[in-house]
């Protein structure tokens, strides 16, 4: 099983949640993992990824997103029709990032961007109205997080396989408990 694993917003390769799929997948060396840092503009980021998903060659694959990366997630899992695991995602980014506007930093290298109306509208071109087999996403949130509301989530993904946890963080700090359900659920 391939993954393709997306991090969020002002993110990186050097997540935690990242690292502990990486490490999984090293462990496990029936799975290779794509992983990178992303690009901020997200119609660069998706082209990098679409370029990759189109050397796979068949290979059985899915993907896995947290935040930002959720949001990316559920485009490519509705466009090419894979499973997907959903960390926290980012139901309505380009509405959600239009309060940070301007200067950011990435949490990681300490990079700054511009994040511009530009930014929001490519967010938008990806947005999917309406899950076609909700069936295949899995949706790991949890209630404290304190970035995103866990509900539009909930209500978003109905009819997914559904982890809701009572209070966590945004960066849902307990995610290795989750790993091998992750798994299982991509590869069923």
């Known amino acids: 099983m391939h993954i393709i694993y997306l ?48 050397g796979l060659d068949g290979q059985q694959w899915g993907v896995v997103g947290s935040s930002l990366g959720g949001y990316y997630a559920t485009y490519l899992a509705e466009k090419y029709r894979v499973k997907s695991v959903l960390i926290n995602p980012a139901v309505d980014a380009h509405i959600l990032l239009e309060p940070l506007l301007g200067e950011n930093k990435n949490y990681h290298s300490q990079q700054t961007f511009e994040l511009t109306p530009e930014h929001l509208s490519q967010l938008q ?31 978003y993904y109905v009819g997914a396989k559904q982890v809701v946890i009572e209070g966590g963080t945004h960066g849902f700090d307990d995610y290795a408990d989750y790993l091998d359900c992750t798994f299982e659920h991509l590869k069923g």
């Not at 866990?150 to 209500?155: I, L, R, S």
């Open 7 to 54: 991090h969020g917003f002002c993110s990186s390769t050097q997540s935690f949640k990242a690292k502990l799929v990486e490490q999984y997948v090293k462990n496990h060396p029936e799975h290779s993992i794509y992983l990178i840092d992303l690009p901020h503009f997200p119609a660069q980021a998706m082209a990098l990824i679409e370029a990759h998903i189109a």
């Open 125 to 155: 071109a990806l947005a999917v109205a309406n899950l076609s087999k909700p069936m295949d996403a899995l949706l790991l949130t949890q209630t404290g997080d304190e970035v995103l509301d866990y509900k539009k989530g909930v209500d």
